[in-house]
């Protein structure tokens, strides 16, 4: 589990993910692919440090598992729930100034490291995976590796040389907050309007969404959503193409981001749709209640949450943790003009699901299985992404249907029999309506009726809601279009 976490965080390209992926989903037992996984090869004293890590903290599962700006605090002092959203860096910054001698230990094995030893190249890389920085202003930012080796930096140490001792005190004079992280993203990032929001709530003041992006490196940036209460917020732009998204306190909403991420965290929802993009490292889901997740993704962490229900494609085990009930797991359940390039931009292949196979993580074993559930094939519901990239003809009734009922990837055998079975009832009923020879009053009747139903099936299941937002968002667009016209 901790190997594929951090494998996940590690660059070791899209398409060799989807290799492996469609390797494993070949093996015809578990001792095959066994096999193929034990071929994955990762840095070793990287993998030391991650491990080194999740022992500091109460367990690193529970975090982010971002792009290496943010990490786990621990947890044991309740009042760390009321500082800022920096608290997570300051105490990593704190751990690492103060246990510097141990980790470098982590790489000595059955040697004693002392002040005066040289820090070895080896290790010098080793710590890349916590640590970066510039001299330039940030202009470039540089492998801690790397960074050492610059002149400027060489000059701060006693003698130029990398001892233990010197790499201790520059630590302590020169680290501090990653600048680009979801702390400073809050306090210098740029406001940025949704493609698409609408609903009940004024958009100019519920709805936030802040970036990073044009201060942040390429393949670092965050985008931060925050606050879309009552509303429906629909975005396919480049804005959110790669980015670290996070999505906070987001209430009674409908909220669709339809490109290619990097990571996403979830934090603080209720009584809301979230369909996020597929994303190449983890999504974790933390603190909601009543929600609909819809996601492709390399990882997935859930804790403490309750009442959700989760419709996946992932090639690893989702992750419960403490705190959690009434979870519902389903497969994928949706797709979007774009998903498969954005499935592949992510290096996940939609061969191989194991939605259904999740790994709960707790010391109580008898807890095992009575906190989630795998939903039901008649609960299961295809969900229509509201956005059309392309202008085509008026589509037949049985067009619809057949869109209706389409889902990226491969469902299961129940889960595909069952919408079949909805789609002949459907298929019946229109062909029974064909050649009933209704006149025109009857139809009239009979289309009265359909409609009477469907909105008092939609008002039951809460759809209504989502309607109205996407009312008022074509409303607005439609003003607009008439202001530039004239």
């Known amino acids: 589990m901790y190997f594929e976490s951090f494998y996940a965080m590690s660059n070791y390209g899209n398409q060799r993910c989807i290799e492996f992926d469609i390797e494993i989903n070949k093996c015809k037992s578990k001792e095959e692919q066994e096999k193929i996984k034990d071929c994955k090869r990762v840095d070793l004293y990287q993998f030391i440090l991650h491990l080194y890590i999740q022992q500091f903290y109460t367990i690193d599962l529970k975090s982010s598992i971002m792009s290496r700006e943010e990490w786990p605090v621990n947890r044991s002092d309740g009042n760390d729930r009321k500082k800022s959203k920096g608290t997570d860096e300051l105490n990593f910054i704190n751990f690492v100034t103060k246990n510097f001698d141990e980790i ?12 005066n030893d040289i820090v070895s190249e080896e290790i010098q890389q080793a710590l890349n995976f916590i640590l970066e920085g510039s001299v330039d202003n940030y202009q470039t930012i540089l492998p ?17 040389k990398m001892y233990v001792k010197n790499l201790v005190i520059f630590l302590k004079n020169y680290i ?8 400073s993203c809050l306090r210098n990032g740029k406001r940025i309007t949704a493609t698409y929001l609408g609903g009940s709530m004024d958009p100019k003041k519920y709805g936030k969404i802040i970036t990073n992006a044009n201060s942040a490196p390429k393949n670092d940036f965050i985008v931060f959503v925050s606050q879309v209460l009552k509303q429906t917020l629909v975005d396919n732009s480049q804005t959110f193409l790669n980015c670290g998204l996070y999505i906070d306190k987001c209430l009674s909403s409908n ?27 983890t999504v974790t889901v933390d ?15 859930i804790r403490n949450c309750s009442m959700c229900n989760f419709y996946l494609l992932t090639p690893t085990s989702p992750i419960l943790l403490t705190g959690c009930d009434n979870i519902k797991f389903a497969p994928y359940n949706s797709t979007y003009p774009a998903i498969e390039e954005d499935a592949l931009t992510a290096g996940i292949s939609d061969m191989i699901n194991l939605w259904d196979k999740p790994i709960v993580v707790t010391q109580n074993q008898s807890l095992i299985g009575l906190h989630w559930s795998l939903m039901n094939p008649s609960e299961f519901q295809v969900i229509s992404v509201p956005i059309e990239t392309e202008t085509k003809p008026q589509p037949s009734s049985n067009e619809l249907i057949n869109k209706a009922n389409e889902v990226f990837g491969i469902l299961p055998a129940d889960y595909e029999r069952e919408l079949t079975e909805r789609y002949q009832i459907l298929e019946i009923n229109l ?10 009053e009857q139809k009239m009747m009979l289309q009265r009726f359909i409609e009477t139903s469907f909105k008092e099936s939609l008002q039951i299941n809460g759809e209504q809601k989502q309607l109205d937002h996407l009312a008022t968002i074509t409303n607005s667009l439609n003003t607009q279009g008439q202001q530039m016209s004239n």
């Not at 801690?144 to 130029?160: A, E, R």
């Not at 501090?176 to 702390?183: A, D, I, R, V, W």
């Open 287 to 301: 603190n909601c209640n009543d929600c609909t997740i819809v996601s492709i993704c390399r990882r997935i962490i």
């Open 104 to 115: 470098i230990s982590l790489f000595s094995f059955d040697k004693t490291i002392n002040q």
């Open 431 to 440: 062909e029974l309506i064909q050649n009933a020879n209704l006149n025109q």
């Open 144 to 160: 801690f590796s790397q960074l050492l080796k610059q002149s400027s930096v060489q000059s701060k140490m006693n003698d130029g």
């Open 176 to 183: 501090e907050m990653n600048p680009f992280g979801l702390n």
């Open 255 to 281: 909220i669709y981001i339809l490109q290619s991420l990097r990571s996403c965290s979830i934090k603080k929802c209720k009584k809301s749709l979230l369909f996020v993009g597929p994303t190449q490292r």
